[in-house]
């Protein structure tokens, strides 16, 4: 992730991710050139894969599948016609690569890593899976760009296999002139690792100060590896009309807690309980994730959807 060490790989969790060094190597997407005419190879990470704990692996392989074949293209394969064709393949709707946007950028070649795959919401014939992506694009001198974002993929039960109904690709937005100076705390702890749509949001401004000091504070006894923060993820709640907090700059998602990924049915449920107490004592007055805690009114919840991630939600 920019700003952070590169994830490993896990069997348990299933994440594949590779430890190729990041172009461009800042938060949030910066470029890096590589001299006129000397094309140095892409990145080429493995396809992530879910692993063995997964309430449904299939939903999250089949929105991770359409994000690369939307995101990834060999020199040359540029353009709606052939993201169209790449999609076709996958047996989905051709008409999805319409809705690519930031996904693909006018480069004649680009690959993609896929960091982490989470639930946005996960229902009995519905769901949301978040992918959240670090992609390299290639530019015309044969430069190269770092960059990223968060897809929101929407899908419903079919069979042989989910399908995907519908993707929704962050657009942070621009980044303000002058961060506030708990963006820039942010950015300089290390123990606080962040893909590129998160840094995006952070710069853009519209992140609230209770989510950033609340990161600063739990990267005190914690490495905290952040999925979601504001774009990227569905303006409701899934499965309600309930606003979210996280569009509101009022929550982040943690997929990985001091390098143990929290889908892994392998790490310690005690170190994630203690991570979502003290969340709470962060501030935070909606903790969600895979384990069950008694606290006073609703301040704690798990379900299926939290099952791989913890939510740490704010009022303001």
């Known amino acids: 992730m920019p700003g952070s060490t590169s994830p490993g790989t896990t069997a348990a969790s299933g994440s594949s ?21 000397v094309a140095s190879p892409l990145p080429n990470p493995p396809l992530w894969q879910p692993g063995p704990s997964e309430v449904q692996p299939d939903v999250k392989r089949r ?12 020199p040359g ?13 996958l047996g989905l709707p051709p008409a999805l690569a319409d809705q690519a946007g930031p996904l693909a950028p006018p480069a004649p070649e680009a690959s993609l890593e896929v960091i982490d795959a989470q639930y ?3 229902l009995a014939d519905s769901a949301s899976v978040l992918v959240v992506c670090r992609q390299w694009t290639r530019g015309p001198d044969g430069s190269v760009a770092g960059g990223g974002c968060t897809v ?35 950015f300089a702890e290390p123990r606080i690792e962040l893909p590129p749509g998160a840094a995006a949001d952070l710069r853009s401004g ?3 100060d209770s989510v950033l000091e609340a990161m600063l504070r739990l990267a005190g006894p914690y490495t905290l590896s952040v999925s979601v923060v504001r774009s990227g993820h569905p303006l409701l709640v899934f499965g309600t009309t309930r606003p979210s907090d996280h569009p509101q700059g009022r929550a982040f998602d943690v997929w990985r807690i001091d390098g143990h990924p929290v889908v ?26 895979p384990v069950a805690i008694r606290g006073a009114g609703n301040q704690f ?16």
């Open 301 to 316: 919840f798990t379900d299926d959807t939290h099952h791989d991630h913890v939510h740490v939600g704010f009022t303001a």
């Open 152 to 186: 929101d993929v929407r899908l419903s039960r079919s069979e042989p296999r989910w399908t995907v109904t519908e993707l929704h690709p962050g657009e942070p937005g621009p980044a303000v002139p002058t961060p506030s100076s708990a963006v820039a705390r942010v």
């Open 120 to 122: 946005g919401g996960i």
């Open 264 to 289: 892994d049915p392998g790490t310690s449920r005690a170190l994630v309980e203690s991570f979502m107490r003290d969340a709470a004592a962060a501030g935070s007055y909606n903790v969600g994730g």
């Open 63 to 74: 929105a991770v599948e359409l994000v690369a074949a939307l995101g990834a293209w060999p």
């Open 206 to 208: 519209a992140v609230h």
């Open 17 to 37: 991710v590779a430890t190729t060094p990041t172009a461009g190597g800042t938060p949030g997407g910066s470029s890096g050139a590589t001299p006129t005419g």
């Open 77 to 89: 394969g540029q353009g709606v016609a052939a993201a169209r064709a790449r999609v076709a393949a």
